[in-house]
Every structure is written in C-alpha cells, then in structure tokens.
C-alpha cells in the first residue's frame, strides 16, 4: 500500500484548527509549514516533525522518536516532546519542552522554554512508542549556538521559566462520531 504523503503535512493554512488523531501518522515523518494564526494539534508518535515558517500559531507535537525542527517562526505557543528539539531563525516562540537532549537554537530571539504540560488520551503509549523516558527530560539545558551573539537586537535569545503556573495544554480526543475517547493524561 502506497502512502498518501498529502496527510503526512499541513501545508499553507489560515485562520483554521487542525487535529491530527492518535493512528493518524503511526511513527511516521510530519511536516507543518506556511500556517498563519492556527491551532495544531498531532495527538500522535512520530519519526520527526519539521515545522517552517508558522506565524501566530499554537502547536502541540506529542511524541517525536527523532527530531522536532522549527526554522522561520513567529509569535507561536509550542507544546513539543521530542528526542531532539532544535530551532533556527525564529523569534517570539513560548515553548513547553519535553527533550530527552539539550534543545538548541541558532540565530533565535525571544524564545522562552518551559517544562512540557501537555495531556492527551493515549500519550503515555504515545511516549512509550518512541522510545521517550517521561523522566529524562532535559528541556531547560538549553544550547546556544549563538550565545553572547546579538540576534534582533537581543543578546540574551532565551529565557528558562520554572514556574507551575504555566498554562496546562490538556487535549480532548474525540472518536469519527464526535465522542470523546478517554482521559487526557501525562505521563
């Protein structure tokens, strides 16, 4: 059987909500790019996921066995739990990292990590499918290949916040009726 590689990407978007299910990409490679003010949500395990030029969107990636790849984003909210997170040429980007690796930016600004707070019903398979370890992650030991660097005016690209009372993104999975399928849980 030949795959469709039109449902493995999210292609030039406005405006719009999408939701890819749990089943729905089974390990495989993801790409997100060209979006403008969405909601994503990859309620699934993947090999990687590479997301390009997104503005003023909100992301949630769950498990990825390999990389997560952000290059040319904008004012965008992030949940990602990945191996490796890495960023390039972004700007204004809150992100909630699970990374099993130090996440690394290059030529960055304003980015500000925190510890991944995301749930949805199947995650913990999910984290258990690619290979993730919920206990090991390394989300505030950030690498920058830019450090002391000044990048848009900045030279301090990244804030690390420890705080609890970041916003918790708990996802409802809805079954092809409309019904919601179980708990959203983390790991």
Same mark, same amino acid.
């Given at each position: 059987?030949?795959? +469709?590689?039109?449902?493995?990407?999210?292609?030039?978007?406005?405006?719009?909500?999408?939701?890819?299910? &749990?089943?729905?990409?089974?390990?495989?490679? /993801?790409?997100?790019?060209?979006?403008?003010? =969405? %909601?994503v949500?990859?309620?699934?395990?993947?090999?990687?996921?590479q997301? $390009?030029?997104?503005? !003023?969107c @909100?992301? /949630?990636?769950? &498990?990825?066995?390999?990389?997560?790849?952000?290059? %040319? =984003?904008? *004012?965008?909210?992030?949940?990602?739990a990945? @191996?490796?997170? @890495?960023? @390039?040429? =972004?700007?204004?980007? %809150?992100?909630?990292?699970?990374?099993?690796?130090?996440p690394?930016?290059?030529?960055?600004s304003?980015?500000?990590?925190?510890?991944?707070?995301?749930a949805? +019903?199947?995650?913990?398979?999910?984290?258990?499918?690619?290979?993730?370890d919920?206990?090991?992650?390394?989300?505030? *030991?950030?690498? %920058?290949f830019?450090?002391?660097?000044?990048?848009?005016?900045?030279?301090?690209?990244?804030?690390?916040? !420890?705080?609890?009372?970041?916003?918790?993104?708990?996802?409802?999975?809805?079954? $092809?009726?409309?019904e919601?399928?179980?708990?959203?849980?983390? &790991?």
């Amino acid at each position: 059987m030949e795959l +469709n590689k039109e449902n493995f990407m999210i292609r030039k978007r406005s405006g719009e909500t999408i939701v890819k299910k &749990p089943g729905s990409l089974n390990g495989y490679d /993801f790409v997100i790019e060209l979006l403008d003010d =969405c %909601d994503v949500f990859v309620l699934d395990h993947t090999a990687q996921v590479q997301i $390009d030029d997104c503005v !003023n969107c @909100r992301i /949630f990636i769950g &498990p990825s066995t390999g990389s997560t790849f952000f290059r %040319d =984003c904008k *004012d965008c909210k992030v949940m990602v739990a990945c @191996r490796q997170f @890495r960023m @390039r040429d =972004c700007q204004r980007l %809150d992100i909630g990292c699970y990374c099993f690796t130090k996440p690394s930016i290059e030529t960055s600004s304003e980015i500000t990590f925190s510890c991944w707070r995301g749930a949805y +019903n199947g995650l913990t398979s999910h984290f258990a499918s690619a290979d993730l370890d919920p206990e090991a992650n390394t989300w505030w *030991d950030v690498y %920058d290949f830019n450090q002391g660097e000044e990048i848009n005016g900045c030279v301090e690209h990244y804030t690390v916040e !420890n705080s609890s009372n970041e916003e918790f993104w708990e996802v409802a999975v809805y079954d $092809d009726e409309g019904e919601e399928v179980g708990s959203p849980e983390n &790991p």
